[in-house]
């Protein structure tokens, strides 16, 4: 009797590891399947650059192209949306009027509209700015997945944020389409804008 309870016992060790192997490996899978662009992206709620409430229905019809920054950031932001005009610049007109430029802060306290549209008119004329509460803008970096965190500062007001820097390009439909990483060149975004675009 012992000796069959101890060989059930080893059977249920044997299920519940096979059983922990597959579990890990199924995460893995819908892992990947996020990272390829599943989950990335849906509903938002902002306030663009005019101080007026958008939701991500206010974009139905066209193309966005997404980043998401803030406008004291010193470098990485002004480089990776100069890339973006450029990368819209080689769209032939009829692309070109398709796409929206959308410039998310991920640092709404500094972030006014008023600042806002100031920073987002200096890139292209249509490009549009959004900010938000702080709940807003944390539902949505949570969506696109994005990473900011505040760098330590001394003066309160004067800090830094690190924050991913990737491009997303959300369909007409409001799916998100394709992401252009942090090091994709001028070529490269134009070009992923163009195979869907066409
Ligand atoms: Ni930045």
Redo the contacts with the bound molecule.
């Keep these: 009797m012992k000796k069959r309870q101890s060989s059930m016992l080893a059977i249920l060790a044997v299920i519940v590891v096979v059983a922990l192997a597959v579990g890990a490996r199924m995460a893995v899978w819908s892992g990947a399947d996020h990272a390829g662009g599943g989950s990335i992206g849906g509903p938002f709620t902002l306030v663009d650059h005019n101080g007026r409430t958008v939701t991500d229905q206010d974009f139905r019809g066209r193309w966005l192209l997404i980043y998401f920054?803030?406008t004291f950031?010193?470098?990485?932001?002004?480089t990776?949306l100069t890339l973006a005009a450029s990368a819209l610049d080689r769209l032939d007109p009829a692309q070109r009027k398709l796409v929206v430029p959308v410039f998310v802060t991920?640092d709404p306290v500094r972030d006014t509209p008023a600042v806002m549209k100031d920073y987002v008119g200096a890139f292209l004329p249509d490009m549009v700015g959004l900010t938000g509460s702080e709940e807003q803008v944390a539902a949505a970096m949570k969506s696109y997945k994005v990473y900011a965190a505040k760098a330590k500062s001394d003066d309160p007001a004067s800090y830094t944020?690190d924050?991913s820097?990737i491009l997303y390009l959300v369909g007409p439909d409001g799916r998100f389409v394709q992401h252009f990483p942090h090091g994709a060149g001028i070529e490269d975004v134009a070009a992923g804008l163009k195979k869907h675009l066409k």
Aim: glycine share 8%; with cysteine; proline share 15%.
């Design positions: 920054g803030y950031c010193p470098d990485v932001c002004p990776s991920v944020v924050h820097s």
